[in-house]
T-cell receptor, first 110, second 115 residues
Framework: QKEVEQDPGPLSVPEGAIVSLNCTYS??????FMWYRQYSRKGPELLMY????GNKEDGRFTAQVDKSSKYISLFIRDSQPSDSATYLC??????????FGTGTSLTVIP | DTGVSQDPRHKITKRGQNVTFRCDPI?????LYWYRQTLGQGPEFLTY????????KSRLLSDRFSAERPKGSFSTLEIQRTEQGDSAMYLC?????????????FGEGSRLTVL
């Protein structure tokens, strides 16, 4: 079993839809949780970061962490064609090591 | 441009040749990471440096791979006797030692194609 599981998609939604992206993990040592966005042929860029259970909002993006269920989510409201990218969840363990999900490919159709 | 830069962006080589990639991190970042990413997969950790010291290497890093970070500034990743299975995007990232911000800054990657 991989330490971080992420549905690869692809996910295709119409413009304006709410998008839900999810990851599960098995390692209780993970303490920081991030979402990265990666456009085609580019390096990943950090979107959201959180270290506690609960919700964190930034504009149209909301990151949710449920440590008891070992489950994290990223919600995108009012999705735009420019949101079309691959979204990677990532986690850091107590040894400062990063673990990435496989990424979910999202296409927002105008 | 003060981001992480990688060179070359794309390298096409024949099997058996050696290739070298260079990464220039953000200047004040003392940690530098190398990852490998294949199509449809997330980045896989290869190795990382704290200043000039190479602190950890993944089992993915066979003896054909070597990385250096002389003087704790830029880093090079060399692959000797390349194989077709080495074809991938090689990503460099840098950060401060304190990762509480989760801010790992990635370069745009060096894409390797082994024919």
């Amino acid at each position: 079993q991989k330490e971080v599981e992420q549905d690869p998609g692809p996910l295709s939604v119409p413009e304006g839809a709410i998008v839900s992206l999810n990851c599960t993990y098995s390692n209780s040592a993970f303490q920081y949780f991030m979402w990265y966005r990666q456009y085609s042929r580019k390096g990943p860029e950090l979107l959201m970061y959180t270290y506690s259970s609960g919700n964190k909002e930034d504009g149209r993006f909301t990151a949710q962490v449920d440590k008891s269920s070992k489950y994290i989510s990223l919600f995108i409201r009012d999705s735009q064609p420019s949101d079309s990218a691959t979204y990677l969840c990532a986690m850091i363990d107590t040894g400062n090591q990063f673990y990435f999900g496989t990424g979910t490919s999202l296409t927002v159709i105008p | 441009d003060t981001g992480v830069s990688q060179d070359p962006r794309h390298k096409i080589t024949k099997r058996g040749q050696n290739v070298t990639f260079r990464c220039d991190p953000i200047s004040e970042h003392n940690r530098l990471y190398w990852y490998r990413q294949t199509l449809g997969q997330g980045p896989e950790f290869l190795t990382y440096f704290q200043n000039e010291a190479q602190l950890e290497k993944s089992r993915l890093l066979s003896d054909r791979f070597s990385a250096e970070r002389p003087k704790g500034s830029f880093s090079t990743l060399e692959i000797q006797r390349t194989e077709q299975g080495d074809s991938a995007m090689y990503l460099c990232a840098s950060s401060l030692s304190n990762l509480r911000s989760g801010e790992l800054f990635f370069g745009e990657g060096s894409r390797l194609t082994v024919l």
